[in-house]
């Protein structure tokens, strides 16, 4: 079956750097658009970055310049580097597989501390 499984999440520090993994089983994971979204305690869950299985990436404007989402497909991986961390990234954060239809990872929480 298909697993998503998230790794890399904690407590981050305001203006340090958290890196999340997500590897990927039961999927060609090449084949698949790739992504992070976050969801925060009574919100939406919003998306942060997304990565195309041809490596365009795209980022919500509230991450741009500090995160980075990269693919590493020997590994089925998919990487998000967050730096200049602030409070307001305090959420679960959730990889995302697509190819017309959707998996999700189970979540990892991430809490920056002011």
């Known amino acids: 079956q298909v697993q998503l499984v998230e790794s890399g999440g904690g407590l981050g520090l305001f203006g340090g750097s958290l890196r999340l993994s997500c590897v990927a089983s039961?999927?060609?994971?090449?084949?698949?658009?790739m992504g992070w979204y976050r969801q925060a305690p009574g919100k939406q869950r919003e998306l942060v970055a997304t990565?195309?299985?041809?490596?365009?990436?795209n980022y919500a404007d509230s991450v741009k310049g500090r995160f980075t989402i990269s693919r590493d497909n020997a590994k089925n991986t998919v990487y998000l580097q967050m730096n200049s961390l602030k409070p307001e990234d305090t959420a679960v954060y959730y990889c995302n597989a697509a190819l017309g239809f959707s998996y999700w990872g189970q979540g990892t929480q991430v809490t920056v501390s002011s």
């Open positions: 039961g999927i060609r994971f090449s084949l698949y658009n």
């Open positions: 990565i195309r299985n041809g490596g365009n990436t």
